[in-house]
């Protein structure tokens, strides 16, 4: 009987050590991690062209450690899937509670269906955002401050020119996600994807489901000797749309002399037009109302 009970004692033994490796196993691996998260992307790309959120941005002017100007900046943000990367259009209605023109979705009411958009119709809706980057401060912002700037580094074009790694775990809307850091590659003559007046690099961090590849939360880091950028996105489930969509973005940019001459925000500007070598900005943004019209920018006539 011993003899017989040592054996089975063995036997359980065994079957319990094996079954560590075997679990350890089904972790998936950085590849599987990225290769979900870029199928991800192509659908959420397809599925969230149409989806109008509104904005309420506050802009802070911080250069010199001290508030030098506030503006509060109402938009309508229109997503698009534009040769497979999500764009944000941006289009304020009203600054500083004063209206820049009719709360009406103009952006959707030219392109989204059930409308047939032309090619002129998709030039006047991408002059919108630029008529309104006038109420940001600097040229870094305006580059880089659409909610979803970051999604192109997980994206399957921008994939094999990236460098990723494993970093780090949490809990996010109830969902266990792994941390997925990428950088842009370096080199003297390399030219980095934002397109910046200095070039700046872009490096950041995911935060992917690595069961499903879906994105819920990035972090977007660009450096230069000139510019440096912080831009956090959160996101949530929206329960009519079953998409994940952002809820908050938070900003922090600072230029450098030598970088291009700051813009001057309308009501904080210093009357005397100087411009300090080095100017701070830090903005918030809080996404709501969400609703939905299809556009599909491969039938414009």
Same mark, same amino acid.
């Given at each position: 009987?011993?003899?017989? /009970?040592?054996? #089975?004692? $063995?036997?359980?033994? +065994?079957?319990?050590?094996? @079954?560590? !490796?075997?679990?350890?196993?089904?972790?998936?691996?950085?590849?599987?991690?990225?290769?979900?998260?870029?199928?991800?992307?192509?659908?959420?790309?397809?599925?969230?062209?149409?989806?109008?959120?509104?904005?309420?941005?506050?802009?802070?002017?911080?250069?010199?450690?001290?508030?030098?100007?506030?503006?509060?900046?109402?938009?309508?943000?229109?997503?698009?899937?534009?040769?497979?990367?999500?764009?944000?259009?941006?289009?304020?209605?009203?600054?500083?509670?004063?209206?820049? /023109?009719?709360? #009406?979705? $103009?952006?959707?009411? +030219?392109?989204?269906?059930? @409308?047939? !958009?032309?090619?002129?119709?998709?030039?006047?809706?991408?002059?919108?955002?630029?008529?309104?980057?006038?109420?940001?401060?600097?040229?870094?912002?305006?580059?880089?401050?659409?909610?979803?700037?970051?999604?192109?580094?997980?994206?399957?074009?921008?994939?094999?020119?990236?460098?990723?790694?494993?970093?780090?775990?949490?809990?996010?809307?109830?969902?266990?996600?792994?941390?997925?850091?990428?950088?842009?590659?370096?080199?003297?003559?390399?030219?980095?994807?934002?397109?910046? /007046?200095?070039?700046?690099?872009?490096?950041?961090?995911?935060?992917?489901?690595?069961?499903?590849?879906?994105?819920?939360?990035?972090?977007?880091?660009?450096?230069?000797?000139?510019?440096?950028?912080?831009?956090?996105?959160?996101?949530?489930?929206?329960?009519?749309?079953?998409?994940?969509?952002?809820?908050?973005?938070?900003?922090?940019?600072?230029?450098?002399?030598?970088?291009?001459?700051?813009?001057?925000?309308?009501?904080?500007?210093?009357?005397?037009?100087?411009?300090?070598?080095?100017?701070?900005?830090?903005?918030?943004?809080?996404?709501?109302?969400?609703?939905?019209?299809?556009?599909?920018?491969?039938?414009?006539?």
């Amino acid at each position: 009987m011993t003899t017989r /009970r040592s054996n #089975t004692l $063995r036997v359980v033994g +065994l079957a319990l050590l094996s @079954a560590v !490796p075997l679990e350890a196993s089904k972790q998936p691996t950085l590849e599987e991690i990225l290769g979900r998260a870029a199928e991800y992307h192509t659908t959420y790309a397809q599925r969230l062209s149409g989806v109008t959120l509104n904005e309420e941005a506050q802009v802070l002017d911080v250069t010199g450690g001290r508030t030098r100007g506030v503006i509060r900046i109402s938009s309508d943000v229109v997503f698009v899937n534009l040769q497979g990367q999500v764009a944000a259009l941006r289009d304020p209605f009203a600054v500083d509670t004063q209206a820049l /023109r009719p709360r #009406t979705p $103009r952006i959707t009411a +030219l392109i989204a269906a059930p @409308a047939t !958009p032309t090619s002129q119709d998709w030039d006047l809706v991408a002059s919108y955002p630029a008529q309104g980057s006038i109420h940001f401060i600097l040229d870094l912002q305006v580059k880089v401050n659409e909610p979803t700037t970051a999604l192109q580094f997980i994206s399957p074009t921008y994939q094999p020119s990236m460098k990723y790694r494993l970093d780090g775990r949490k809990t996010i809307n109830d969902v266990e996600t792994v941390g997925v850091r990428f950088e842009e590659p370096t080199g003297q003559d390399q030219f980095h994807v934002l397109g910046t /007046r200095s070039n700046a690099r872009a490096t950041g961090r995911f935060w992917i489901d690595s069961l499903t590849g879906a994105i819920h939360q990035t972090e977007l880091w660009v450096d230069s000797k000139l510019e440096n950028a912080v831009v956090s996105v959160k996101c949530a489930r929206h329960a009519t749309l079953g998409l994940l969509l952002p809820t908050e973005m938070t900003e922090t940019y600072e230029e450098r002399e030598g970088g291009g001459a700051p813009r001057q925000m309308g009501r904080g500007a210093d009357p005397r037009g100087s411009v300090p070598s080095r100017v701070s900005v830090q903005s918030r943004s809080i996404y709501s109302g969400a609703t939905y019209s299809p556009i599909d920018l491969t039938k414009l006539r």
